[in-house]
């Protein structure tokens, strides 16, 4: 015979009783432990920082999903989320051109908004998590003058391979396009999205026919400029031509380049 039968015949009443609250009481705990893993997190964000209009989106990549304006005056946001992280996203400047559930856009043939971000992923496995919010500059604004540009009438195509940021704040791959015209004295200004590489081009047209091609990705890089850094600077190209050469300037930089190698 085995002991568990024997203690089924053997054990008093209040003994049965007794370990049949001990039963209980251990499903009963299993229970709460279920249901405060179940229980939403309690997200905080300060917003004290923040003293404009911002969007605010948050989500978890699955079933939660928060899309909403932070007026000026309001110093946190507090949601309920799931506990398993969530990305966080907080905009000002992005000229309506974030998509909710896609991230900002810049259209092709415009340049990227004067757009200020908060990114950060946020782990909520707790009961609580907080989180301040600072924006960041993140488009460079590049402004192109162009000296001894004689003939033809021209403009300048600027193209690159990203398109905005993602739900992640993190650069999105996709064709950029604007075109600039410089003004009588050959300035001309375009705002830039962060990049990822040196793709960024600089064609000088005319009509819709393509006249010349610059790197202007390596020439950025080249002189230090830095597309890693929270707050992206902005930068001043200067191209002077010759009779077989561009001398190209940013800041302290200074490149003289062959025309023939630029197409």
């Known amino acids: 015979m085995s002991d568990d039968i024997a203690v089924g015949q053997t054990a008093s009443p209040v003994f049965r009783r007794a370990l049949a609250f001990f039963y209980l009481a251990v499903v009963s705990a299993c229970s709460v432990l279920e249901d405060r893993d179940g229980c939403p997190c309690r997200l905080t964000l300060d917003m004290t920082g923040v003293d404009e209009e911002v969007v605010a989106d948050v989500n978890s990549g699955g079933s939660f999903h928060y899309n909403g304006i932070v007026d000026a005056s309001q110093e946190t946001l507090v949601l309920s989320v799931p506990r398993r992280g969530v990305s966080v996203n907080v905009l000002s400047g992005d000229d309506g051109q974030y998509l909710e559930g896609v991230g900002l856009m810049v259209p092709e043939g415009f340049e990227c908004p004067p757009v200020w971000m908060y990114s950060s992923f946020v782990w909520t496995g707790g009961e609580a998590a907080g989180e301040r919010v600072c924006l960041h500059k993140n488009y460079c604004g590049l402004t192109i003058r162009a ?92 191209l002077d031509y010759a009779d077989t050469a561009v001398d190209v300037r940013i800041g302290e930089w200074s490149a003289t380049v062959d025309l023939d190698v630029l197409v």
């Open 147 to 238: 000296l001894g540009f004689v003939g033809e009438p021209f403009m300048f195509d600027v193209t690159g391979r990203v398109c905005g940021y993602g739900e992640d704040g993190a650069p999105l791959e996709g064709d950029f396009r604007c075109r600039v015209i410089p003004d009588g004295e050959g300035y001309c200004h375009v705002r830039l999205p962060r990049q990822k590489d040196e793709s960024l081009r600089l064609h000088v047209v005319s009509g819709d026919r393509l006249l010349r091609s610059f790197a202007l990705g390596a020439f950025l890089v080249c002189s230090g400029y830095d597309w890693s850094a929270p707050d992206l600077s902005d930068a001043v190209v200067e």
